[in-house]
Nanobody, 121 residues
Framework: VQLQAFGGGLVQAGDSLRLSCAAS????????MAWFRQSPGKEREFVAY????????YYPDSVKGRFTISRDNVKNTVSLQMNSLKPDDTAVYYC???????????????WGQGTQVTVSS
């Protein structure tokens, strides 16, 4: 599967932004999907997970209550709605596809190219 992420940009603290990731291929619904982010000098960080059907989601405490992941298995897309953004959310955001549920980047086989999110204070 090939992934393409888009929707990043420059926003102010407290604003909202919606990222999307479009997947090619006919087996999108067979992949667990996640979003990760990485800022300079830091390791790639897990941000959100959704199960095959989208019925199960998981978030780390750093974004819980502010970010929402969703998927559309008809349109082959996964999205990340980000609300109440903070300067600490500044990073390159990546969508990822894998065959199992994981909170770690090693658990995912396919990655989008990343989209920059910058939150100014």
């Amino acid at each position: 599967v090939q992934l393409q992420a888009f929707g990043g940009g420059l926003v102010q603290a407290g604003d909202s932004l919606r990222l999307s990731c479009a997947a090619s291929g006919r087996s999108f619904s067979s992949y667990h999907m996640a979003w990760f982010r990485q800022s300079p000098g830091k390791e790639r960080e897990f941000v959100a997970y959704t199960s095959l059907s989208g019925g199960i989601t998981y978030y780390p405490d750093s974004v819980k209550g502010r970010f929402t992941i969703s998927r559309d298995n008809v349109k082959n897309t996964v999205s990340l709605q980000m609300n109440s953004l903070k300067p600490d959310d500044t990073a390159v955001y990546y969508c990822a596809a894998g065959r199992g549920r994981s909170w770690y980047s090693q658990g995912y086989d396919y990655w989008g190219q990343g989209t920059q999110v910058t939150v100014s204070s």
